[in-house]
């Protein structure tokens, strides 16, 4: 087994995460895993960066699939006895043209941006070595969508003692009610994104607690963050950030030095805590 530090980002083949891997090449000290769902884009990009000078590491995960998830948790178990830095980046989003309907939309969306991120967590968190690093990359768009929440909704996803269950049920309710078209009359925003992305939020606090509570003296520190408006096949090129400029406050959670014990639990944006 290998005593070498390693760091793994998902969707690491193109757009932020592909930014994330690259500067995590350059700073962190240890092997670097790109994972991509697709083995062919994930070796492209590691070829990429290999051009420029830097050695990422490929494996293949798709969040969508458990097997996939649980032979990366498999194979670090065995190569490197767990893990120091998890970086949850791969998402999705609907183009805002898209005719889906928006049933569709809530269901594809909150199965990988919430329930693909939970199933890569509940695999791959109890892996975390002491000092270990997570950063959950959500959106400012979970902000705006908890806002437009009903009250009800609203003081359920701010609570400190909310558990993964029940937010598990409320994820799987919001889709169950855009089925039934009832999603406004229960109190829940128009937007599938957002509310995946709350969940991704919701989630990142409540993991930290059970840290908290159950690995009180490891000094791990797991935040959700948002990257900003960034230029890439997601959000288009009218975004007001670089991918690299995108990357930066994911590497510098990812990155948080070993006396380091703020931020944790947090939802942080341009490397500032915001309020929830
Ligand atoms: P992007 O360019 O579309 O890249 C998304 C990445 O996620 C791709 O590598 C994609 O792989 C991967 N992915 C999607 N589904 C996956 C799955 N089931 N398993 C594994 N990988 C999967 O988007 P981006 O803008 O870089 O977004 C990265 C993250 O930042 C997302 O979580 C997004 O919600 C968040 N974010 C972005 C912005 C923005 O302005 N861009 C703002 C706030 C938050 P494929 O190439 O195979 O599709």
């Known amino acids: 087994m290998s005593g070498v530090p390693v760091a793994v980002v998902t969707g690491g083949n193109k757009g932020i995460g592909f930014a994330i891997v690259r500067a995590l090449c350059k700073q962190f000290p240890g092997d670097v895993y790109l994972t991509a769902r ?30 996939s998830i649980r032979a990366l948790r498999d194979f670090l178990k065995e190569k490197y006895g767990g893990l120091n830095v998890l970086v949850n980046n791969a998402g999705i989003a609907f183009k805002v043209q898209d005719t889906a309907p928006f049933a569709v939309q809530a269901e594809v969306t909150l199965k990988t941006n919430f329930f693909g991120t939970r199933n890569v967590c509940t695999e791959l968190l109890p892996l975390m070595k002491p000092y270990g690093r997570v950063v959950n990359v ?11 929440c009903s009250q009800e909704l609203q003081q359920k996803f701010r609570s400190d003692t909310i558990t993964e269950e029940e937010l598990v049920q409320l994820m799987n309710k919001f889709v169950e009610d855009t089925k039934k078209g009832v999603h406004d009359k229960e109190g829940w925003p128009n937007t599938a994104y957002g509310v995946s992305k709350i969940g991704v939020t919701v989630l990142s606090r409540i993991q930290a607690r059970l840290l ?65």
């Open 38 to 67: 697709d083995p062919s884009r994930g070796q492209e990009a590691v070829a990429k960066l290999q051009q420029e000078g830097l050695r990422a590491l490929f494996h293949q995960l798709d969040i969508d699939d458990l097997q």
């Open 138 to 148: 959500s959106s400012m768009v979970s902000s705006r969508a908890l806002r437009g």
């Open 212 to 276: 908290n509570e159950k690995r009180g003296g490891d000094h791990i520190l797991l935040n959700a963050c948002c990257p900003g408006w960034v230029r890439t096949d997601m959000a288009g090129p009218k975004a007001t950030k670089s991918p690299e400029e995108g990357a930066e406050t994911p590497v510098y959670l990812a990155l948080l030095p070993s006396d380091a014990d703020a931020p944790h639990g947090q939802f942080v944006s341009d490397k500032t805590v915001q309020p929830w």
